[in-house]
């Protein structure tokens, strides 16, 4: 690229030199090689690069040219910043020759100076990837989380060196070539405190397993906490897949599987899936149900009504030892509540959670009782629908 641009100099200056038109005072300046340049990958789509550069500038007026032949830059996004001198030259400005990768600025400087500066634009075709490998111990109480960062440069320029910030751990140097992939280590976190959990999700999972073609396989996770006590915290863990393995008690690891994550910011909670469990049963069933507070039309009929609403879920641990069990609970429309036998949390307005550590070969029951308010009958949703 930088052979490029004084190629492209040497031809801009010729046909200043042979121009009538040139003014007195006018100077050609080419830009130097870059001294050093960093690569800001936090969003999704084209990268910010910042690079600084040398300009030798004469008194007078000055053109720079800057061209970028086969290097997917945004015409638009670059900008030219005078970092030595802000307060001396002045960038008078910018033109585009005609079906050019290029542009020419015009800077006026009150006496000669070397004028370091800073080039910013965004560059298509570079981005950053977060991956992750996850280790737990035997006893599956901690684990180790590598984060790692791979790099893609299908941009049209290499970067000898550059400094890369990611967004999450501290600023890396690196240097990434045209059409070069590279994975990156990031950041390595040791004994992260983990809970292993059994999920039960009422709005995915068969109520009746036994009457079931293909049983209850029941997904299980570890879940951690994003947050300095757990020896993570220092930044948001960005969307990746994650392969999860376990050590053996040879010395080795167990490959447990791989799972995508989704942004976890500073003190938030994320799970990792390491697969499915047929170990935990878990049954429901409806009890009871009764319309009350019915409201009628002159006609006699049934237009709105509450409904009572019991219900029972029926937990069955089959392992040999305990277990955190969470259930996921999804009432419909406008409810209030009865009775609920174990506590909960409220994730949204229709959801409950509840966390249940069920010990070995224990059975425990968890009862459902609520009112769904303003139910509206069939009939008079077909006859007060709103035209079209």
Do not use: C
Not at 73 to 99: M, Q, W
Not at 227 to 241: C, E, M, R
């Amino acid at each position: 690229m930088a052979a490029l641009k004084f190629i492209r100099f040497m031809i801009f200056s010729l046909v200043f030199l042979f121009s009538p038109g040139l003014h007195a005072g006018t100077s050609l300046v080419s830009l130097q090689d870059r001294q050093d340049a960093v690569i800001r990958l936090q969003d999704q789509g084209a990268a910010l690069v910042q690079e600084k550069r040398v300009m030798s500038l004469q008194k007078g007026i000055n053109h720079i040219d800057f061209s970028w032949q086969n290097v997917m830059i945004d015409p638009s996004s670059i900008i030219l910043a005078p970092l030595a001198h802000p307060d001396k030259i002045t960038l008078l400005s910018v033109s585009y020759p005609p079906a050019e990768a290029a542009l020419v600025w015009e800077i006026s400087s009150p006496e000669d100076l070397e004028e370091e500066v800073m080039i910013s634009y965004l560059l298509s075709g570079i981005d950053g990837i977060t991956a992750y490998q996850a280790l737990a111990d035997t006893k599956e109480s901690v684990l180790e989380l590598q984060t790692y960062l791979v790099l893609r440069n299908f941009s049209g320029e290499s970067f000898e060196a550059i400094t890369a910030h990611t967004g999450f751990g501290i600023p890396f140097a690196t240097g990434i070539r045209n059409l070069e992939t590279k994975k990156i280590l990031v950041s390595r976190n040791p004994g992260i405190p983990i809970k292993k959990i059994y999920t039960w999700d009422a709005l995915t999972m068969p109520h009746e397993p036994e009457k079931s073609r293909t049983g209850q396989s029941l997904p299980v996770s570890y879940e951690l906490i994003n947050q300095k006590a757990s020896n993570l915290g220092n930044f948001a863990l960005w969307p990746g897949k994650t392969r999860l393995f376990q050590q053996d008690n040879q010395g080795g690891a167990i490959f447990l599987g791989e799972d995508t994550t989704g942004f976890t910011p500073v003190g938030d909670k994320t799970r990792l899936h390491i697969g499915d469990s047929r170990d935990i049963v878990v049954t429901k069933h409806r009890l009871d149900t009764a319309k009350t507070n019915v409201r009628r039309n002159t006609d006699g009929q049934i237009q709105v009504y509450d409904e009572t609403v019991k219900e029972e879920i029926l937990m069955e641990n089959l392992k040999d030892g305990p277990v955190t069990l969470s259930i996921i609970e999804t009432l419909p429309g406008h409810w209030e509540k009865i009775n609920i036998s174990l506590p909960y949390t409220q994730k949204d307005h229709q959801t409950m959670v509840f966390n249940i550590d069920l010990p070995a070969g224990v059975k425990q029951t968890l009862t459902l009782n609520y009112k769904v308010l303003n139910i509206f009958a069939a009939n008079f949703s077909e006859y007060n629908g709103v035209p079209d």
